[in-house]
């Protein structure tokens, strides 16, 4: 089991930055794919990014390509969203999601989800 807690959303203007954080609990944080997604209103959850066990390779959304950045850091059982250059697009609520297997990209893949955390970015 791997309970997971999302934090640092919030209220933005565009093109200010944030910094999201997933802090995991559980076992074996290092063994799992982490992962980013996000939810506006009346649309579907969207991949955003994704990071392997070791944090060596990440993946992005083409929308948010260029402007995230996911990191991991294994001692602290901990993933990252840095958020730069934000769009009112870019408004939903942010997930932090971990699956044991390499499809990083489909929700369905993802095993534990965290609660959620609102980023609104205002135009």
């Known amino acids: 089991q791997v309970q997971l807690v999302e934090s640092g959303g919030g209220l933005v203007q565009a093109g200010g930055s944030l910094r999201l954080s997933c802090a995991a609990s559980?076992?074996?944080?290092?063994?799992?794919?982490m992962g980013w997604f996000r939810q506006a209103p009346g649309k579907e959850r969207e991949f955003v990014a994704a990071i392997n066990w070791s944090g060596a390779r990440s993946y992005y959304a083409d929308s948010v390509k260029g402007r995230f950045t996911i990191s991991r850091d294994n001692a602290k059982n901990t993933v990252y969203l840095q958020m730069n250059s934000l769009k009112p697009d870019d408004t939903a609520v942010y997930y932090c999601?971990?699956?044991?297997?390499?499809?990083?990209?489909?929700?369905?893949?993802?095993?534990?989800w965290g609660q959620g955390t609102l980023v609104t970015v205002s135009s």
């Open positions: 559980g076992r074996s944080f290092s063994n799992y794919y």
């Open positions: 999601a971990a699956t044991a297997g390499s499809l990083y990209y489909t929700v369905v893949s993802y095993d534990y």
